[in-house]
């Protein structure tokens, strides 16, 4: 469950994002506008210890830790309140953020204001919002599995056992039935195989979802053949498309010693944040280390679109994201589509580890918007808000002073991001490409679905576990109703 690693960060993406998915898959389903009852929808949030337990949607705003008054720093309108999982504002403030604040007004063409960036309009500068609950990290083991999710009669869940293969158990109007999963507790133990009565739901992730299709059989014939897997189904795309989101560090030297340095670089220290958490969920562990995000554009007339299509979903859709951490060190993704990535067998043996290629900068595009988002955040902590508190850029970057050094500053600070998607992706029923159709049903098989970050065509303006979230509760639509439950 990567909720209870990641950065906490719960972000959205744009409408265009999902009214693109929707498109493509020639579903009305996953736009925008269907897909808000899984997020905000009106009803009530039932808690049961039996079979017909309903959730009505995802998110349950909460109030931050700090129980600071948070009007003008989210839109109550764009939130749900009676949900399962967490979501808040930064529940410990710090001594900067007022001259974020203020960058809006020094510099509100480039960094205007945004009330809420969850929206579905996330351009600008907002408070960031989280997946934390009064001072605890709110993760889907935490919330979908809480203890009285666990005590259902018709949930089992096994612990320290892998999945090593979906195995055919027969056919099913012609197409092959998958109804069986083996597992084993490592690689020399005993397979044991289960059956599914109705069918098999994959959430492995982007990358353990298509290795274990690739290690079942499901995937390129040809490739399949080369590591010594016998090829059950075709499906070309198992393992393609693999799109992340690529990110540049940059960092500052500052006028200060109140940073998250503070946390890092003193042992007295973290033991009494760690012990003011422990007895009550406060100060800088209760949260992360950025209270604010921005989201922003290329201009329309970047020279860059003069030889390349804007890759965006539409012109609500971000091409960069600068996420402050205390101003110290700065997170750079940019976060248009690439789909160079893959994900192949490196051996026919399920427990070696897959060959990842994430695809990143390799077009003129990557290298462009990154480069562009750099400058940004230059001028950015050029303003006259930040003017008795920045000294100067460091780690390199002080000394960039034309584009071909920022082509390489860039080339040595780059890594992914976290937040791939595509390699089992969604396309229209029929299409000649994707993994998966509109109901998340593997192409030409039966009794075998995706649910995770892998169905994703392309890669979302956002932190990607909000997305997951949203795919999910429309997954548990979509299997209720094929079932009839």
């Known amino acids: 469950m990567w909720s209870a690693a990641d950065g906490m960060y719960y972000t959205r993406g744009s409408s265009s994002d999902f009214d693109r998915y929707a498109r493509e ?33 995802n998110e349950r705003w909460t109030a931050p830790v700090d129980n600071h008054n948070t009007s003008g720093q989210f839109d109550p309108s764009v939130h749900g309140f009676n949900g399962i999982n967490a979501v808040s504002l930064v529940g410990y403030p710090q001594s900067i953020d007022p001259r974020f604040i203020q960058t809006t007004k020094d510099l509100p063409d480039e960094f205007p204001f945004n009330l809420d960036t969850n929206s579905g309009d996330p351009l600008g500068l907002g408070y960031v919002q989280m997946t934390v609950d009064r001072g605890r990290r709110s993760s889907s083991a935490t919330s979908y599995l809480a203890p009285q999710f666990l005590k259902r009669p018709n949930l089992d869940v096994v612990v320290s056992t892998y999945a090593t293969r979906i195995i055919q158990t027969g056919t099913s109007k012609g197409l092959p039935a998958f109804h069986a999963v083996e597992v084993a507790h490592n690689s020399t133990g005993p397979r044991i195989r289960l059956i599914a009565s109705k069918e098999i739901i994959l959430s492995a992730g982007v990358i353990g979802t298509p290795q274990l ?22 499906i070309h795309d198992v393992g393609k498309n693999f799109s992340d989101q690529p990110v540049v560090s ?9 940073t998250v340095d503070d946390i890092f670089n003193d042992p007295d220290r973290q033991a009494q944040y760690f012990q003011q958490w422990e007895t009550n969920q406060t100060g800088p562990l209760s949260a992360g280390a950025g209270s604010h995000i921005i989201w922003g554009r290329l201009p329309d007339n970047s020279s860059i679109f003069q030889t390349v299509p804007d890759p965006a979903s539409g012109k609500n859709t971000p091409h960069y994201e600068i996420f402050p951490l205390a101003v110290v060190q700065t997170g750079l993704p940019e976060l248009s589509d690439r789909l160079g990535g893959k994900i192949t067998l490196n051996t026919s043996d399920p427990f070696d580890y897959p060959l990842i290629d994430p695809g990143l900068m390799i077009s003129e595009y990557d290298r462009f918007a990154l480069r562009e988002t750099v400058k940004r955040a230059i001028r950015f902590l050029s303003a006259p808000a930040w003017k008795d508190y920045i000294i100067r850029p460091t780690s390199g970057l002080e000394n960039v002073t034309n584009d071909q050094e920022f082509d390489k500053y ?15 992706s969604i396309s229209a ?30 890669v979302p303006a956002a932190h990607t576990q909000a997305p997951v979230y949203i795919i999910a509760e429309r997954a548990a639509d979509l299997i209720k109703a094929f079932w009839g439950a």
């Not at 389903?29 to 009803?43: D, F, P």
């Not at 299709?213 to 075709?234: F, H, M, R, W, Y």
Request: hydrophobic letters at 40%; one cysteine or more.
């Open 250 to 258: 940059a960092t500052w030297l500052v006028n200060s010693n109140d």
């Open 25 to 57: 898959t020639g579903d009305p389903g996953w736009s925008w506008k269907n897909l808000q009852q899984y997020i905000r929808k009106v009803g009530s949030f039932i808690i049961a210890c039996s079979s017909n337990l309903t959730v009505k949607q």
């Open 213 to 234: 299709l690739l290690n079942s059989g499901i995937g390129d014939a040809t490739e399949l053949q080369a590591v010594g897997v016998k090829p059950i189904l075709q």
């Open 429 to 458: 029923r029929g299409a000649n490409h994707g993994v998966v159709d509109p109901d998340l049903r593997v192409k030409g098989a039966s009794g075998l679905r995706v649910v995770d970050a892998s169905v994703m065509p392309y």
């Open 410 to 424: 860039i080339l040595h600070s780059t890594a992914p991001g976290l937040h791939g998607v595509g390699t089992a």
